[in-house]
């Protein structure tokens, strides 16, 4: 693209939904039911309304007549309700993916999983103008989209609001103009080509290029009957030349004709290729639906009846495959009309294996059956009318599905009155209600009609309909018609035909034609299409060999194209799905490493697209080889989250993967490498793609071996990358120098929230350079920094840049070699800090003294909410200092004590502190000897509090009475929900007590008993307590010495009266 649209600064601009969300899709869906189209019938010309343009030329006669043509033409579709915001907001994109320059657009919309380009949005109303000061207007703009996605309603929908006045008022004049249009000439100057579409113009166009601002609108390029060539296209400047009508559109895109005017073009993305990107200003994306606009573009389609709704929205979320497509707002559509059909007239036995469709191709025979009239069938009948129906149904394949199939083989899409008659289609079957569900007529300005199928894959699915037909008898090859003959006949010699000159286009353009030639075959279609498609079982012996055929076809390929996936769809449709599923049953336990055949290759890839495992993240850990790896390569770019840990990839396999990274068509977002044997090499491969990335969000490289000069290598990257907000680099030994390099970058990164440097062998000087990179940062949010070595050095500096940053809400120190002095410093700076919410200081050396730090911070900060001191030295003295500073917290949320020789005395404290305290819903006290004293003090505590939610008691010398108190604490309390007494020796005598309060506690969740000596006699307590709780989710009882029959009762006995337990035996 030109470089002028390189310089992007500020805003895009915002876009203006217009009513409700019903509203806004109902105009798109009337016009793909033919309701906007431009061949409407009688037209009749509004009123002008008073917004009509008031511009330097908003008063010529000859302009307003023209608007009022356009929106006569339009058919008054723009008062049926504003589009939706997918169409008043497109995604500015900097240029064309090499998925859309080469693969089918269903492969387009399946590859990327659904999901639409990460981009900026510009508002329709901004499309013309500059993205900032610095920029000028665009003159050559593209639109792309594929199939269905709405590109033609965008046009009709910019043109009506032209005519109107309500947009684009910098320009004079709009000349909208379809590629069906220019296919009916073969010659065409540029003079003309203005008066065929400005007819009010009188003798010259010339003067209307001269107007102020004009757009010349070129919708549909993809349709253009001859491609454009801009390579060996002469220059022409002469406007009253008559050259070949590609020739001219060449020329004025380069800019030799009409250099002023602005030119707007849209088109699927695979032919808008067809255009040097340098000639490009703007390029723009219609996204398809997300999950609301598929729901609602549903309700539109059935209002009056909410459970054909339900029913239909429930197939097409249960399908993965199905949802993708429906993405694509034509096909969401045609699959609604589909599945609509089917529950409104599925007839009785014979049709309940038939439904719901399970591939695309059932899918499409049940559109097929509705468009013939399925209603007519009575209950295990057929009547003559179906017979007819039938009759008519296989005479248009005949026509028709020779006509698509033609048009597939040659990139036509567009048809006309001579076209109709070379394949001897009867213009009077065109006037058939059928032949409506399947082609469309539509006016050129010419006066000619054209014709086009309803949606490209409903000319995929004729035209594979006519080939199945056609090879019955054919005795020539019929691509080729009539060129080749062979000396063995068969439906077998056609099919491989037609799978090889799918495998071998490059294109892709015939890859969902054989999806559905193989459907055809597949048992299920046979018989909803028996009758009226297909002869009863005709082709079924060939099935097994189609698929031995197709499997033959993975064993080459070394790399995993996406023809070899495409091969997969086809053993879907034809419901042959072993190899898939024993690919999908390896990923699920593990097993994946030892299928590493070329075919399973292909299954993988495949899964990786439509699986619903693999759909939020891919697992691949402990699963590929290298050569495994590169072979899926190409696949592996649309995945949004990989996690490869634990396959000892080393260095080579990181250029593979950096290589991935850099490519222009990378979806990844998230990536993990944990546990492999990366080096510092590796780490540099990573680190170079980091540079050119823009899908990366989170980066996991824990337990390799980068050193320090691999942090260096991402740290540099890290200074220019803009979309990495997480890196973890735990364990790798990257030690101080390490650090320091990764200081650097955060003092220049502004986009990383989260970096996780543990057990790296970092010390006070590598803590002192974190501290100085913090004091300048405002972005990290997330600092892991536990199991190094920085001492009370490196907490004092830490300390000192808490004071001034307030950014950081997690800080990580667990066993930092930390002393009294350390945490003197930071609770300091906790006292003036208001940003850091989570402070874990797991596994140092503070002592009672420490405490009296900590406690004071608490009674001062008023952000912290998470605080762990677990494995420290408080005991008693400590822990009651900070008992009395959780009595004035109001902001402490979780509190973790566990294992720092707390008695009775400092529990007591605890007990009193949580009477008064409102906020703290977690508290730790586990691996602490408070005995039943301090049991019956916490316990006290819960009949008052209201807020304590998780109570964690393990291995606290627990006893009977202990139980018994906080059996009747929970009696009255409602609020807990968890309460873990593992490993205690609460005995029968505490089981009996909780089972009591367990019979009228609706509160608690989870239940850990396990270890505490309960006997057959208590676990028969709780378990026949559980019959009058509903709350309860999992209860543990390992441990309690009663056998395995005495466990397998209790279990059963627990199952019976609490269904939705969940217990451990």
């Known amino acids: ?29 009337d016009l793909l039911s033919g309701k906007g189209c431009q ?11 008073p917004d009509s343009p008031r511009g ?14 356009l929106l006569s033409r339009a058919g008054g579709s723009l008062e049926l309700g504003g589009p939706s915001p997918r169409l008043t907001n497109l995604l500015l994109v900097e240029g064309l993916m090499d998925l859309q320059l080469r693969e089918h657009d269903f492969t387009q919309v399946e590859a990327t999983r659904g999901a639409w380009r990460s981009a900026r949005t510009i508002a329709l109303n901004r499309l013309f103008l500059p993205l900032s000061r610095v920029s000028i207007p665009p003159r050559i703009s593209i639109t792309i989209g594929v199939a269905g996605v709405g590109k033609t309603t965008l046009v009709r929908h910019f043109v009506c609001l032209w005519a109107r006045g309500q947009i684009g008022k910098d320009f004079s004049l709009v000349l909208p103009l379809t590629f069906r249009d220019l296919n009916t000439h073969e010659k065409l100057s540029a003079d003309r080509l203005i008066r065929s579409i400005f007819p009010h113009v009188g003798e010259s166009g010339l003067e209307v290029a001269a107007l102020a601002k004009v757009l010349l609108i070129l919708d549909g390029l ?23 009508v590609d020739h001219l559109i060449t020329n004025i895109i380069r800019g030799n004709l009409f250099p002023e005017v602005s030119v707007w073009v849209t088109s699927r993305p695979s032919a808008a ?39 239909v929205l429930s197939q097409v979320r249960a399908h993965r495959a199905l949802y993708l497509m429906c993405t694509v707002p034509s096909f969401c559509r045609l699959a609604g009309l589909a599945l609509g059909h089917l529950c409104r007239h599925r007839q009785g036995p014979q049709d309940t294996e038939l439904w719901p469709p399970r591939t695309l191709c059932e899918l499409y025979s049940w559109y097929f059956r509705m468009a ?46 001579p076209d109709l008659k070379v394949f001897g289609v009867d213009l009077a079957l065109l006037q058939s209600t059928v032949c409506s569900y399947f082609l469309q007529r539509e006016e050129t300005l010419a006066s000619s009609a054209a014709y086009c199928f309803t949606h490209l894959s409903l000319q995929e699915f004729l035209g594979a309909a006519y080939y199945y037909s056609a090879s019955k008898r054919a005795i020539f090859d019929l691509f080729t018609e009539g060129g080749v003959s062979w000396p063995r006949l068969g439906f077998l010699t056609h099919f491989r ?35 009226s498609l297909l002869a009863p079982g005709e082709q079924q012996g060939s099935r097994g060999q189609v698929a031995q055929l197709l499997q033959g076809c993975l064993q080459s390929s070394t790399v995993v194209c996406a023809r070899a996936v495409n091969v997969l769809h086809c053993l879907h449709e034809l419901q042959h799905t072993e190899l898939a599923r024993s690919v999908e049953e390896a990923m699920e336990s593990g097993g994946l490493a030892r299928l590493t055949g070329h075919p399973h290759r292909a299954a993988l890839a495949y899964l990786l697209q439509v699986s619903d495992a693999c759909a939020q993240e891919a697992n691949l850990s402990l699963s590929l080889s290298q050569g495994v790896l590169q072979s899926l390569l190409p696949q592996l770019l649309y995945c949004r989250s990989l996690r490869l840990d634990t396959n000892q990839f080393q260095d080579p396999v990181m250029e593979l993967l950096g290589s991935v990274l850099s490519g222009k068509d990378c979806r990844i977002q998230r990536i993990s490498l944990a546990e492999n044997q990366i080096s510092n090499k590796g780490a540099k491969a990573l680190a170079r793609s980091l540079l050119v990335n823009r899908s990366l969000t989170s980066l996991d490289l824990r337990c390799n071996s980068i050193g320090p000069q691999g942090a260096k290598a991402l740290a540099d990257a890290l200074k220019i990358n803009r979309t990495l907000a997480s890196l973890s680099l735990q364990s790798n030994r990257i030690r101080d120098d390490g650090a320091k390099f990764m200081a650097e970058a955060l003092a220049a990164n502004r986009t990383l929230s989260v970096m996780h440097l543990q057990k790296n062998t970092i010390g006070p000087m590598g803590a002192q350079h974190m501290a100085d990179a913090l004091k300048q940062n405002r972005s990290l949010k997330e600092l892991m920094f536990s199991s190094n070595s920085i001492g009370d050095g490196g907490a004092k500096a830490l300390a000192e840049a808490l004071k001034v940053n307030q950014g950081l809400e997690s800080l990580d120190l667990q066993s930092n070699s930390i002393s009294d002095t350390g945490v003197a410093a930071l609770m300091g700076a906790l006292c003036a800090n208001r940003a850091l919410l989570s402070l874990n200081l797991r596994e140092n050396s503070i002592s009672p003294e420490g405490a009296q730090d900590l406690a004071r911070a608490l009674c001062t900060n008023s952000t912290l909410k998470n605080l762990d001191l677990t494995a420290n030295l408080l005991h008693d003295q400590g822990a009651q200092a900070i008992a009395m500073a959780v009595r004035e917290n109001h902001t402490l949320v979780s509190l973790h ?34 005995g039943d004293e301090g049991a019956c003090a916490v316990a006290s505590a819960l009949k008052a509090n209201t807020a304590l939610t998780a109570l964690y008691l393990q291995v606290a010398s627990i006893g009977a009475p202990g139980a018994q108190a906080l059996g009747e604490a929970l009696a009255v309390n409602r609020t807990l929900e968890i309460l873990d007494l593992r490993g205690n020796a609460i005995g029968v005598a505490g089981a009996k007590a909780l089972a009591n309060a367990l019979k009228v506690n609706s509160s608690l969740r989870r239940l850990n008993l396990q270890e505490n000596s309960l006997g057959m006699d208590g676990m028969i307590c709780i378990a026949t307590a559980l019959s009058g709780n509903h709350g309860i989710q999992h209860i543990n009882l390992q441990g309690n010495h009663i056998g395995e029959s005495g466990a397998r009762m209790i279990s059963e006995t627990i199952k019976t009266n609490a269904p939705s337990c969940t217990v451990e035996m």
């Open 497 to 531: 035909s037609a799978a090889q000159r799918a495998m071998q286009a490059e294109d892709g353009r015939l890859d969902v034609f054989l999806r559905f030639l193989c459907g055809l075959l597949s048992p299920r279609v046979n018989d909803l299409l028996a009758g």
């Open 372 to 417: 013939l009239g399925g209603e007519g069938q009575e209950k295990g009948k057929v009547s003559p009318r179906i017979e007819q129906l039938a009759h008519g149904g296989r005479r248009m394949v005949g026509t028709l599905g020779r006509l698509a199939f033609h048009g597939l083989v040659k990139k036509k899409y567009v048809f006309y009155e």
């Open 273 to 311: 290729g067809q255009i040097p990107g340098g000639l490009v200003d703007r390029m723009t994306e219609i996204r398809g639906f997300n999950e609301e606009e598929i729901k609602v573009c549903l309700e539109q389609m059935f209002p009056e009846d909410q459970v054909l709704l339900d029913w």
């Open 1 to 29: 693209m030109r470089k002028q649209e390189m310089r992007m600064g500020g805003e895009a601009g915002q876009g203006h939904g217009a009513g409700s969300p019903a509203e806004q899709v109902k105009a798109l869906m």
């Open 897 to 930: 004590l566990q294992w720092n020789f707390i008695q009775a005395g400092a529990a007591k404290a605890l007990g009193q502190a949580l009477q008064f305290n409102k906020s703290l819903i977690s508290l730790d006290l586990q691996e602490n000897a408070i």
């Open 222 to 244: 993809d349709e253009c009957k001859t491609p454009l060539d801009f390579s060996n296209t002469v220059a022409c400047t002469d406007p009253k030349k008559e050259i070949q």
């Open 39 to 49: 061949g409407s019938q009688a037209p009749q010309t509004p009123d002008r309304t």
């Open 56 to 69: 330097p030329h908003g008063n010529d006669s000859r302009i307003q007549r023209h608007q009022e043509a």
